[in-house]
């Protein structure tokens, strides 16, 4: 069963700080790894994507992967009010489908 | 540009229904995945559409079907419905081949059994 573990939420952090998702995954042979933001009520909108070990920043967000251990995370600088949602991380091994972890609840407190 | 679309939007069905959900793909993909959320969890795979057949299918039973079509179209069928089946069912599309392809996600169909 190829697994993927989220550090466990809600995460709460008041605005202006860094919020900092951690994902872990099973299966050694993963290639791919997302970021996906799910509003509640709201189906999943990617945020980031990542495909080699390092960091990879996209505007106040940075991704970063590291095989080895087997973990991916998500930062969040200058959290605003507008970042409180859940958030996703998905690991593709090749064969086509994504798994998800259970998600990690963020809330950005004004 | 039309993203992902899906329908319907909420439906509700008793137990031993049967239902049928749909979704045309982003423009351009013509690979389609389901997935079904149930409340408080991450999205767990269903199957796997390409080129009008199942390509790859996840851990659920008989009971749960699908068709695409030659314009990359889905549905996703489900028979005997159960309690248990209440929850979000999305659909992604995406280009076909590279794990590194992004899968786009629809706004879902909200399912309750009762």
């Known amino acids: 069963q190829k697994e993927v573990e989220q550090n466990s939420g809600p995460l709460s952090v008041p605005e202006g700080a860094i919020a900092s998702l951690n994902c872990t995954y099973s299966?050694?042979?993963?290639?791919?790894f997302f970021w996906y933001r799910q509003y509640s009520g709201k189906s999943p909108e990617l945020i980031m994507s990542i495909y080699s070990n390092g960091d990879k920043e996209d505007g106040r967000f940075t991704a970063q992967l590291n095989k080895a251990s087997q973990y991916v995370s998500l930062l969040i600088r200058d959290s605003q009010p507008s970042d409180s949602a859940t958030y996703l991380c998905a690991v593709n091994d090749g064969d086509y489908k994504l798994s998800f972890g259970a998600g990690t609840t963020v809330t950005v407190r004004a | 540009d039309a993203g992902v679309t899906q329908s319907p939007t909420h439906l509700i069905k008793t137990r031993g229904q049967q239902v049928t959900l749909r979704c045309s793909p982003k423009s351009g993909h013509d690979t389609v995945s389901w997935y079904q959320q149930a409340l408080g969890q991450g999205p767990q795979f269903i199957f796997q559409y390409y080129e009008e057949e199942e390509r790859q299918r996840g851990n659920f039973p008989d009971r749960f079907s699908g068709h695409q079509f030659p314009n990359y179209s889905s549905e996703l069928n489900v028979n005997a419905l159960l309690l248990g089946d209440s929850a979000l069912y999305l659909c992604?599309?995406?280009?076909?081949?590279?794990?590194?392809?992004?899968?786009?996600f629809g706004a879902g169909t909200r399912l309750s059994v009762l």
């Open positions: 299966d050694r042979g993963s290639q791919s």
């Open positions: 992604a599309s995406s280009l076909p081949g590279l794990a590194k392809n992004i899968q786009y």
